[in-house]
């Protein structure tokens, strides 16, 4: 992925790991970003919040003190993406060397100028440095090509069906 460091994103937002008080803001956000089938419970998210926040990374807006947007994952030794990681924490070791990705959101205001792209940026730059070797991911159809543009290789459709949808397998070497 080139480097994509834009002034006035980095002055615009702190990106930085989520903190427990922000659970519900996760949860909003998440409900604004994914269609019902689509986003993770509110159980789920509360779980991956406090179980593993440092697997996400939050763009907070400076101005507002809220968040604008956020990357999570869970990470593990596996190299194929299942199901079961968008509802199971305790599948995350915090040891393993690939990151499943399980959301990607920005809020619609915060669209639109290069955010989701920094986020990524920013995201697979601190799992590198943290000894990470691959990131997945799965998007539809209408993702493939934002994803590629990230350095992502389109690995085919996915067993994956969650949200009753057709997804792609995306991955990532760090």
Request: charged share 35%; aromatic share 10%; proline share 3%.
């Amino acid at each position: 992925m080139k480097e994509f460091v834009s002034e006035t994103i980095m002055e615009k937002y702190e990106f930085r790991n989520i903190r427990p008080e922000e659970t519900d803001q996760g949860i909003m956000i998440e409900k604004i970003c994914f269609p019902p089938h689509e986003a993770c419970s509110d159980k789920n998210m509360k779980e991956r919040i406090l179980k593993a926040p440092e697997l996400f990374l939050v763009a907070e807006d400076r101005k507002t003190g809220k968040i604008a947007g956020f990357l999570n994952g869970i990470a593990t030794d596996e190299d194929v993406f299942r199901d079961e990681f968008f509802t199971d924490i305790t599948l995350n070791d915090p040891k393993g060397e690939n990151i499943m990705l399980l959301g990607l959101d920005v809020l619609p205001e915060h669209r639109g100028q290069g955010l989701a792209t920094e986020l990524m940026f920013q995201y697979l730059n601190r799992e590198r440095e943290n000894g990470r070797k691959k990131v997945f991911l799965t998007c539809l159809e209408g993702k493939v090509q934002m994803y590629r543009k990230m350095g992502y290789k389109d690995l085919g459709i996915s067993a994956s069906v969650w949200g009753g949808e057709e997804w792609h397998d995306m991955s990532y070497e760090l």
